[in-house]
């Protein structure tokens, strides 16, 4: 299936955690995963606490040419609930046309992709995107702009809203003002910087496990994608 892109509207919303989840609760759905750092210079293993894995990484890749193996790849690739394809510090800059020819290769070999972040140019036209979005005025008004910026030929993003427990109300009025699907609304719990700070991969237990099997559960089935007019 296509990739799944996470990005949020704003930063700091925990988009990266939820990409995370997202590939956790796929894989324990026996699906052949891989979680893919849309930013070449992110540091993704260090969110699901595999950082001192070795495998390949973004900078590995810099010199790519010709036809990629996806199998290969992914074989390479540090894992624990699923293979990651994470940047470095290193500061190498891949080529457009090799971040696109991994993340294609990568597709198709797996059942689900799932991208921390758009990736360069943007998410593909068959692409799914979740958005993660807040709900306070200003972080509407960033989900705003993210919107009426939206290419008129690609499907419209599922929004997952991020805030309080209390607000979960306003999640409704959120999608609603956007226009967008509501898959679920992603509350601010304690359990994520800690699982962070004691290396554990995020959302394989608790509320964002079950945030992130609503999520799937929208964008994995058939018919998932919302049409823009």
Known sequence: MPAIHVTGASGGLGASVLAAALAARAARRRLRTVLVDGDPLGALDVTC??????????????????AVDGRLLAAGLPKDECPVLAGDV?????PEAVHRAVLAAITEVADVVVVDG?????????????????VSPRRVADADRVVLG????????VLVTRGPRRDEDLAEVVAAHLGLPLAAHLPDVPRFPVDEAAGRWPGTAGSLARVADRVLDSV??????AVAS
């Open 49 to 66: 606490g595999i950082e001192h894995e070795d495998g390949y990484r973004w900078s590995d890749l810099t010199d790519l040419d010709g």
């Open 90 to 94: 290193s500061g190498a800059r891949v």
């Open 118 to 134: 758009p990736g360069p140019g943007g998410p593909d036209a068959d692409a799914s995107t979740v958005l993660v979005a807040g």
């Open 150 to 157: 939206w290419p008129a030929d690609e499907g419209l993003p």
């Open 220 to 225: 994995v089935e058939p018919g998932h994608r």
